[in-house]
């Protein structure tokens, strides 16, 4: 339910404005925004075919006006020495790489070949794959976990799929 929690956020963040903008204002725009990010969740989790394109343009605005709103109070935080709005300015920068790493899931072939997929579609794995992500480009692979070896490499990054001790 992640984009309930972005919507939290934002209200956290716009806060601010119901002394500029007014009490009711506010509440009916954060109401009507509530309506939207439900309507937009339970789409996206029915895997209905426009709100994939609409989750990333979603999560495209929030990373950015996480980015933005951070930028701003970083320099309001220098300026006015506030250790504790600069802490917040790191969390929301930390939520915008977040929301930038979980489009990229969402653009990924795999992700969206499974989301366009129906029930009655032939199965995508074998009997005996598993999906799994390469440890350093974050890459969805179908592997079998018996045959992994410790030399397997990633076809996207060709980096190790299997860590040992040794290798971190």
């Known amino acids: 339910m992640a984009p309930l929690a972005d919507w939290i ?67 309001i935080a220098i300026s006015g020495s506030s250790i504790p709005l600069l802490i917040q300015c790191l969390m929301l920068a930390l939520m915008s790489f977040v929301k930038k790493r979980e489009n990229r899931r969402i653009r990924h072939p795999s992700f969206t070949s499974w989301y366009f997929s129906n029930e009655e579609s032939e199965k995508i794995l074998s009997e005996d794959e598993v999906y799994a992500t390469c440890p350093d480009c974050d890459s969805l692979l179908a592997v079998i976990p018996s045959k992994l070896q410790l030399t397997d490499r990633c076809p996207n990054c060709d980096g190790l799929l299997v860590k040992t001790p040794e290798a971190i």
């Open 9 to 75: 956020i934002l209200c956290l963040i716009a806060g601010p404005l119901i002394t500029t903008i007014g009490q009711y204002l506010f509440a009916t725009i954060s109401i009507l925004t509530l309506f939207f990010v439900i309507y937009l969740t339970q789409g996206f989790r029915a895997k209905k075919k426009r709100f994939l394109n609409t989750m990333i343009v979603f999560n495209h605005v929030i990373m950015r006006t996480y980015m933005i709103v951070a930028v701003f109070w970083t320099i």
